[in-house]
């Protein structure tokens, strides 16, 4: 057979057990036996390992079951549910203790009470309480919004419908994870890869009758919303959880010190394969709810809590080959790809080398055997070479000097921070003139935190690259829909699904439209620095023409890199033209000052030397938090440098001469009527 008969056959064997996966997953109406459904899922993945170049995203060995319908509307949390840092090492947990201190500006000694949860590896899920009942139960979603799936939440026996303790809060959302023992998981591991998959297509069944069926559980560990909650302590939270009827970890702990967060981690890592329920790490969270408060969040994650992930997970492998791949900000990423090994449950076939250096370090060949560490589920990379069985024919792997997508130079840049050469090699081209940059820079643009268009991910934009159809960011606003509706694998319906999911996001904010242009060095919490500093994209856009740079210094926040980023930027004039085109399409949210007027509005503040009792950051947190704005250089716009022990020279020295107001740390505290 040739490869456009066997491309057929592959095709065919997809669209059938998509079907098969559709009458069952959605219909609850399985069309054949598990016997012929099994023999047909290993007919695919046998034709996948011997043919390398099928593919689809929708084999049985990149999904399992089907796609959940879109039956269940939306809903914004009340309380955004954050995602957790991660800790590895005991390195990593000294490090997180040490900027809550410097935070909260205490010494060394001070001592931190933990609370210490094992961290279940299910599914995340909100549920609200009025007056006692349970009204409300919304998935994590992306955190901000997710989906509404109360009546399946239901059927759980672990979720109390009515509470009727008198100190339960008038108004509050529960939070937990929902999840499947690996005892019940026994009698449905046929059906699905893990427990934490089965209790993802339990809980997204469309008849509760269905979910009902499937043994799902319970546990609670903290809250979002609340009001009447009269608790201030996590563990004592814990504990009122479980005298209000929901289950809670009989794991977890309030433990002080380093030391001893590691040694429970141990204890619970050795009884970790006893557990009836799979865990993936421990959750330390700061005990007392007061410091909760003051520390806050930083981006997405909560300053006040990190996930201690359990050891990794090894194994032994033979490398294949080695690619490059690039990255939207042309950055040379060597791939290893190896006899496909499972780890941890997952087939891993790739493996990251991380850099030329690395390459080097660790004398990486082409043929060699090594073990492969998948840590913390992130991305797997080699660990280590067995050169015991290394081949005489091996030879080393030369990193490329040309980029192999469009042959412009490759290049290690000197970083002016650290005073070193960069260990990471990249193209030297700018803009989209590299295809490959091109197609990463398309698929950060649509991106969760980005444009977040639905049924346009990474896949499709490949697709649509191949064919021609998209280029620029501007070109997934002019699709050819026509074309597309003649496409394999599309429809009428898919085909308006996209178009309306296109065009529900031409609106959206300044902030998520700089991050979604992937500047070098531009994250989400840099965008909306730069976007509070611009307000409009007008003023945003003409940055091109009116060349001041130095002016974005004064934004706390950003430094030089940055700076250099952003001019290199809008100093190429493909960029520009994205920008015009982009312009002329979308609408661009102004970004709309706080409604709250703070006594501190419209003044801006600069602190030097070191402060009492108080960090600079809780000390920027309190001028944000009452309007006022900080800057990073003493200029006309400061209206007050607030100064500490040992004050810099010349910051003082400058403030005078432009007659700006000086004052003390306890003179900041008195126009926020508090003391130090």
Not at 49 to 67: A, C, R
Not at 536 to 564: A, H, M
Not at 583 to 608: E, H
Request: aromatic letters at 8%; one cysteine or more.
């Amino acid at each position: 057979m040739n490869k456009k008969d066997i491309n057929n056959i592959y095709k065919k064997k997809i669209q059938l057990i998509n079907e098969y996966n559709n009458l069952y997953y959605n219909n609850s109406n399985p069309k054949v036996t598990d016997q012929e459904y099994d023999n047909l899922k290993i007919e695919i993945i046998n034709l996948e390992k011997k043919y390398k170049f099928l593919k689809s995203k929708n084999s049985p060995s990149k999904i399992v079951g089907s796609k959940p319908l879109k039956n269940f509307k939306k809903d914004f949390h009340r309380v955004p549910m954050l995602s957790l840092a991660n800790a590895f090492t005991e390195d990593d947990l000294l490090n997180f203790e040490k900027k809550i201190l410097n935070f909260l500006s205490k010494d060394k000694n001070y001592k931190i009470s933990y609370s210490a949860e094992p961290k279940i590896d299910g599914i995340s899920a909100s549920l609200t309480y009025i007056n006692g009942k349970f009204e409300r139960g919304l998935s994590r979603g992306d955190g901000k919004e997710g989906e509404d799936i109360t009546l399946n939440l239901a059927t759980i026996k672990d979720i109390p419908k009515k509470v009727l303790d008198k100190d339960f809060p008038k108004d509050i959302d529960i939070r937990g994870e929902v999840f499947i023992k690996n005892s019940d998981f026994e009698n449905l591991k046929e059906k699905f890869a893990n427990p934490r998959n089965a209790a993802s297509g339990s809980l997204r069944q469309k008849n509760p009758e269905d979910t009902k069926k499937i043994p799902l559980n319970f546990i609670a560990y903290t809250f979002g919303f609340e009001q009447g909650l009269n608790q201030n302590k996590q563990s004592g939270y814990l504990k009122k959880l479980y005298e209000w009827g929901f289950k809670t970890n009989p794991l977890n702990k309030t433990i002080s010190g380093i030391k001893n967060l590691i040694q429970n981690y141990n204890e619970v890592e050795q009884q970790r394969a006893n557990l009836d329920f799979d865990i993936d790490g421990i959750v330390y969270k700061i005990d007392n709810f007061d410091l909760q408060k003051r520390l806050g969040n930083v981006a997405n994650a909560p300053r006040w809590a990190i996930a201690h992930k359990f050891s990794s997970n090894k194994a032994i492998s033979k490398i294949l080959d080695i690619d490059i791949q690039i990255g939207r900000t042309g950055a040379l990423t060597p791939v290893a790809k190896i006899k496909p090994i499972n780890i941890g449950g997952v087939l891993v076939s790739n493996a990251t080398l991380h850099n030329e250096d690395e390459i080097k370090r660790k004398d990486i060949r082409v043929g060699d055997t090594v073990t492969v560490e998948r840590a913390g589920d992130v991305i797997p990379h080699i660990l280590s070479v067995d050169l015991k069985k290394r081949s005489k024919s091996s030879s080393k792997f030369i990193f490329p000097n040309k980029c192999p997508s469009c042959g412009s130079k490759t290049v290690k840049e000197f970083n002016k921070v650290t005073k070193k050469i960069d260990a990471v090699r990249r193209c030297s081209s700018e803009g989209y003139y590299c295809d490959k940059i091109s197609i990463e820079k398309l698929k950060h643009f649509v991106s969760k935190e980005a444009f977040n268009i639905d049924g346009l991910g990474k896949k499709i934009i490949e697709g649509f690259w191949k064919l021609k159809l998209i280029k620029f960011p501007q070109d997934i606003f002019n699709l050819d829909y026509q074309k597309i509706e003649k496409l394999e694998g599309w429809g009428s319906l898919s085909v308006e699904n996209l178009m309306y999911s296109i065009n529900q996001k031409k609106n959206i904010s300044l902030e998520r439209f700089i991050f979604a242009l992937g500047i070098r060095h531009i994250g989400l919490e840099n965008a909306k620095l730069l976007s509070k500093h611009f307000i409009s994209f007008s003023k945003f856009k003409n940055l091109s023409k009116i060349n001041n740079y130095d002016d974005l210094l004064n934004i706390d926040g950003i430094g030089e890199t940055q700076v250099s980023s952003i001019k290199n930027f809008f100093a190429n004039e493909l960029n520009v033209k994205v920008l015009d085109e982009l312009g002329k399409i979308l609408v661009i949210k102004n970004v709309i000052a706080m409604q709250k007027k703070g006594i501190l509005q419209n003044k801006s503040f600069l602190v030097t030397g070191k402060l009492n009792g108080i960090s600079r950051a809780e000390v920027k947190s309190l001028i944000e938090e009452n309007s006022g704005v900080t800057v990073s250089s003493v200029s006309k716009k400061l209206n007050f440098l607030i100064i500490g022990e040992k004050p810099t020279r010349r910051k003082v020295e400058t403030a005078k001469e432009l007659k700006i107001k000086i004052i003390s740390q306890n003179e900041f505290l008195k126009m926020l009527n508090k003391t130090s």
